[in-house]
């Protein structure tokens, strides 16, 4: 089965600074990457996903990259603020599968 | 709005005590999932509903059990709770037309094991 592997497992940035967390897949079916964000004893909530017909996605200060080669995709925050702080997971599956592989999860850090 | 609902937020139950978390989805999902989460760990899948198929997965124990009584209502049954079995409990639905699996979560219930 698919197994996602996620770095760092902790990333601390100052306040303003850019964030990128990547992750690596093992399985080429695999082509729907979906991030989510989880808040201290909050849900996970998806932020931004992105399919393997395209390189990249951004939504305004979030944006992801997937080398479908290199088998990796990143998470990219950019001027990151306070709330930005929280547990990111990433995770891969392919399209009709019911099950996500997830990821170990970053933990971030934003300092102000 | 549409939503996954799931009650009651905080569990608390006795060694051994059966319980029983609910969740409820008005997004009209199909699938229906429940995962465990410990601290500083990824959520991990159960099982699964789609529609009324049950998926378990091979290496959940045999005291988790669940129930799908219609579309919008799923259960999570611990049948014997260990002090193991404390963690947050999440149940996510997905189904939306596009085919890829956007799983939607509610917001989870903490279980304590006394």
């Known amino acids: 089965g698919e197994n996602v592997e996620q770095h760092p497992s902790t990333l601390s940035v100052q306040e303003g600074d850019s964030a990128v967390i990547k992750c690596t897949y093992s399985?080429?079916?695999?082509?729907?990457f979906p991030w989510y964000k989880q808040e201290l004893g909050k849900r996970p909530q998806l932020i931004i996903d992105?399919?393997?017909?395209?390189g990249e996605k951004k939504d305004q200060r979030i944006a992801v990259t997937l080398n479908k080669t290199a088998k990796h995709f990143s998470l990219h925050i950019t001027e990151t603020q306070p709330e930005d702080s929280a547990v990111y997971f990433c995770a891969a599956t392919y399209y009709g599968n019911n099950r996500l592989a997830f990821g170990k999860g970053n933990q971030v850090v934003v300092i102000p | 709005d549409a939503m996954v609902i799931q009650n009651p937020r905080y569990q608390v139950t006795q060694f051994g005590k059966p319980v029983t978390l609910s969740c409820s989805q008005t997004l009209n999902h199909n699938v229906m999932y429940w995962y465990q989460q410990k601290s500083s760990q990824a959520p991990k899948l159960l099982f699964h509903y789609y529609d009324k198929d049950f998926n378990n997965e091979a290496d959940t124990p045999d005291n988790f059990q669940s129930r799908r009584p219609n579309t919008s209502f799923c259960f999570l049954d611990i049948r014997s709770p260990g002090l193991g079995d404390a963690a947050m409990y999440l149940c996510?639905?997905?189904?939306?037309?596009?085919?890829?699996?956007?799983?939607?979560f509610g917001p989870g219930t903490r279980l304590t094991v006394l």
């Open positions: 992105i399919r393997s017909n395209v």
């Open positions: 399985d080429s079916a695999s082509n729907y």
């Open positions: 996510a639905t997905s189904g939306g037309t596009s085919g890829y699996n956007e799983q939607f």
